[in-house]
T-cell receptor
Framework: AQKVTQAQTEISVVEKEDVTLDCVYETRDTTYYLFWYKQPPSGELVFLIRRNSFDEQNEISGRYSWNFQKSTSSFNFTITASQVVDSAVYFCALIRRAGNMLTFGGGTRLMVKP | EAGVAQSPRYKIIEKRQSVAFWCNPISGHATLYWYQQILGQGPKLLIQFQNNGVVDDSQLPKDRFSAERLKGVDSTLKIQPAKLEDSAVYLC????????????FGPGTRLTVT
């Protein structure tokens, strides 16, 4: 069975602060994929990143960065210099190799105040 | 490229009534998913189609939910009769091929059952 836990249900920061969203997962598979999605108020899930279990290299994309640590089963997401437009619910998700079901965490609501 | 289209965006019904949701995936995408997202939770897969065949419907409450994708393009999800606990956002997603790991989500249909 797979499980994704996002312990932070809600985070509030002031614009320009850095913020890290935590994600911890459980799986018995050795090959799997991890994702982060953003869900703005409009409701659509927007794909941010996919990482496979064999690639532990951290990734940076503009103000976004991701820290994958297999040893602690964590895949954390950091937003640097947050902006009001970053306000949304962020979901971490996992899918096994050759699987079809994305298992989502409960989501973290990020509120960035001006 | 047009995204995943869903209608209606909002629906309010009374319990025991019936309701249907429609989804049109991205053109050419063979795989289509329906997810249920209860308020404050991550999306949960209900059913997955590959062309017009069902790949996985293990989490679909078949006593009241049904779905079809007759021509392998658009899809309809039906609830009959609805219960209060069916209040949720119903998300449709599509991907180019089975196991592509890239799922593109529509805006969802928010259902309120009173």
């Amino acid at each position: 069975a797979q499980k994704v836990t996002q312990a932070q249900t809600e985070i509030s920061v002031v614009e320009k602060e850095d913020v890290t969203l935590d994600c911890v997962y459980e799986t018995r598979d050795t090959t799997y994929y991890l994702f982060w999605y953003k869900q703005p108020p409009s409701g659509e899930l927007v794909f941010l990143i996919r990482r496979n279990s064999f690639d532990e290299q951290n990734e940076i994309s503009g103000r976004y960065s991701w820290n994958f640590q297999k040893s602690t089963s964590s895949f954390n997401f950091t937003i640097t210099a947050s902006q009001v437009v970053d306000s949304a619910v962020y979901f971490c998700a996992l899918i096994r190799r050759a699987g079809n079901m994305l298992t989502f965490g409960g989501g973290t609501r990020l509120m960035v105040k001006p | 490229e047009a995204g995943v289209a869903q209608s209606p965006r909002y629906k309010i019904i009374e319990k025991r009534q019936s309701v249907a949701f429609w989804c049109n995936p991205i053109s050419g995408h063979a795989t289509l998913y329906w997810y249920q997202q209860i308020l404050g939770q991550g999306p949960k897969l209900l059913i997955q189609f590959q062309n017009n065949g069902v790949v996985d419907d293990s989490q679909l409450p078949k006593d009241r939910f049904s779905a079809e994708r007759l021509k392998g393009v658009d899809s309809t999800l039906k609830i009959q009769p609805a219960k209060l606990e069916d209040s949720a956002v119903y998300l449709c997603a599509s991907s180019p091929i089975l196991h592509s790991y890239e799922q593109y989500f529509g805006p969802g249909t928010r259902l309120t059952v009173t």
